[in-house]
């Protein structure tokens, strides 16, 4: 679909499997904000999965929405109270804005603020469109040689940050990752960057595990068919002792179930994949060998860090990416992302006019 310069092509999700291209008004910044010509915009398996299920628990797509929350641009127009952003610049958006007022906010968990307005999430548009309005003080400038396509991945990489930091991930951890998915692939390179010195994932795709190998696996365990315990056994044989922190990216019970196990006592898990509502878990193990468990939610105060690692050449997140589309291609980039055909790992959807 064509489209002239004062339009605004925007991927719109109306109802489960209506996805639809179309033009919206452009947006106009407010006086904190910015208007971004968005760039790269990443898939996540939850814009898949509003796509296919028109939800994710409690949140449910009731009007049509934009999707798309992993996101970078260029501003075009700055509100008039923005200092530390102009025209031209190139940022990182990072998709959640909290209220700032509430006692999550006021604790420095803004990550947890019941108010908080988040790209993608039923009822906020998200960032797959030409331009964008976003609060200025959650755009992030990229370095000059930090490309587009990386300032798009540090939402997924900032989600790592924060798993290992409350997963508290020191110099010379020993670390399972279990799920080699796009999650789980950048908390394997973030758990080395913060310090790691040995990293196992576990996955049930062979191809997913030849991946994580070569982003510095140290071991990479296809878990299909295999009893929790007897991965465990096989883990520590292979460290010579307990993994210190466990940081589960699948969402499945079993890896859920593993990831106790495999902890050494007094160790931690931390809980990244979303699975099922309820799961059964050896949770006895746990408490009489003190394995803590935490959630993990989105990220908090992770993409000053997450640009940081990316610009010193601490991590390199530039292979995650798999599959490129246009604005144009939406439909056939989720179609990728869905199906997985052809390795597809991270599909970056381009929204700029001129690609
Ligand atoms: P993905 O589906 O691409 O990856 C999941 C991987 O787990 C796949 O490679 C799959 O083969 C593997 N897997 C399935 N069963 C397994 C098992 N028993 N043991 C080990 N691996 C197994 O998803 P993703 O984009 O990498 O995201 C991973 C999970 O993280 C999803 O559940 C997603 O919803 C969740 N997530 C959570 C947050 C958060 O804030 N907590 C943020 C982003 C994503
Ligand atoms: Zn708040």
Known sequence: MPSSPDTNLSAVLYSIKNLRLEERPIPQPGPHEVQVAIQKVGICGSDVHYWQRGCIGDFVVKAPMVLGHETSGVISAVGDKVTHLKQGDRVAIEPGVPCRRCEYCKEGRYNLCPHITFCATPPYHGTLTRYYVHAADFCYKLPDHVSLEEGALLEPLSVAVHACRRAGIVLGNYVLVCGAGPIGLVNLVSARAMGASRVVVTDISDD???????????????????????????????????????????????????????????????????????????????????????????????YPAALEMVASGRVNVKPLVTHRYSLEQTLEAFETARTGAGGAIKVMIDCSRNQ
Request: net charge neutral; charged share 25%.
């Open 208 to 302: 997913r595990l030849k991946v994580a190998k070569d982003l510095g696996a140290d071991l990479t365990i296809n878990v299909s068919g295999k009893d929790a315990k007897t991965t465990a056994a096989t883990i520590a044989e292979f460290l010579g002792r307990p993994v210190d922190c466990t940081i589960e990216c699948s969402g499945a019970e079993t890896s859920t179930t593993l990831a106790i196990f495999a902890t050494k006592s007094g160790g931690c898990v931390v809980l990244v994949g979303m699975g099922a509502p309820e799961s059964k878990l050896p949770i006895m193990d746990a408490l009489c060998r003190e394995v803590d468990i935490r959630g993990v939610f989105r990220y908090v105060n992770c």
